[in-house]
């Protein structure tokens, strides 16, 4: 990643997002580093591109360290896109505990969105 | 996890920032100057990671998603040319953080909690959630900031 100016104290942990392996009965997204502002807009583009009408979508945040409400807004977001392209389903799988289910249940998107425990 | 929602204040208002009024308690301090692009709330954890490890896991969580809450939405508003300041606080029984940017801040009335589902808005009601302290330190520049307790407080346990 390239630094952005003179102040980057810094190189940040990597945000990495890819179709992870399918067993062919639904579509994966796996996100792994930290979700904020700089990776939402890769994270959607690889929902688009990874969902399969009438194939449920999961979206695995197990290795996922970091989640913000900009990041959690982008959650909401794959949601509603992987809906309206024809997804069966929708589901998140995360680890209940830690920095990320901490943001979910916080935000009330546990009581919106199918999170599972990973 | 958090105490019930009518106990739980998601507004803002006016308050001297804590890190400057107990500023003869300072045992440590930390200042970082980010370009507003959409890598300053990462570049701000990371500059914040001395401090993070100072804390509780639970208050280190905490830290990390408040500062980025605040330097997203000075990523936002702030004008491209200035860069965003973030300067930390040690305290002996907590960490102050206080972000300040050149952008119009926002109206605290004009606030409202977190509504599951609908999306915007949502940054700032975190940060009055999580925080055990916040406010607006100035308008002219626009400084926000928060405190987070260096000991975990009470018994709650991760998770």
Redesign the interface.
């Known amino acids: ?1 390239s630094r ?2 003179a ?7 990597p945000l990495t997002i890819a179709p992870s392996e399918g067993d062919g009965a639904s579509a994966c997204v796996r996100v792994e580093g ?1 979700l ?3 990776g939402c807009d890769a994270f959607l583009r690889e929902v688009g591109v990874t969902v399969r009408a009438g194939l449920p979508l999961e979206i695995d945040l197990r290795g996922l360290t ?1 989640l ?3 990041g ?2 982008a959650l ?2 794959a949601d509603r896109l992987a809906r309206d392209a024809g997804a069966a389903d929708v589901r998140i799988r995360a680890h ?4 990320v ?3 979910l ?5 546990v ?2 969105l199918d999170v599972v425990d990973g | 996890m958090l105490p019930p929602d009518e106990h739980v204040s998601t507004a803002w208002h006016d308050a001297p920032c804590r890190g400057l009024d107990r500023r003869g308690e300072v045992e440590d301090r930390l200042s970082v100057r980010l370009d507003p692009t959409p890598l300053a709330p990462a570049a701000a954890r990371h500059a914040l990671a001395p401090f993070c490890d100072l804390l509780a896991a639970r208050a280190c969580d905490d830290l990390r998603v408040m500062v980025s809450e605040i330097v997203t939405n000075s990523a936002l508003y702030a004008r491209v040319s200035t860069p965003i300041r973030v300067d930390a606080f040690l305290l002996p029984d907590e960490v102050v953080v206080a972000v300040t940017d050149d952008g119009p801040g926002f109206d605290p009335g004009a606030l409202s909690g977190p509504r599951p589902g609908e999306p915007g808005g949502h940054g700032l009601s975190l940060v009055a959630i999580l925080a055990s302290a916040h406010g607006i330190g100035s308008r002219i520049p626009f400084c926000v900031w928060f405190a987070v307790w260096r000991a975990e407080a009470g018994t709650e346990h991760a998770g």
């Open positions: 990643m952005q100016g102040h980057w104290p810094g190189d940040p942990v930290e904020d502002m700089a970091f913000d409400s900009t959690t807004r909401l977001a209940p505990h830690g920095a289910g901490r943001v249940h916080v935000l009330g998107v009581h919106v």
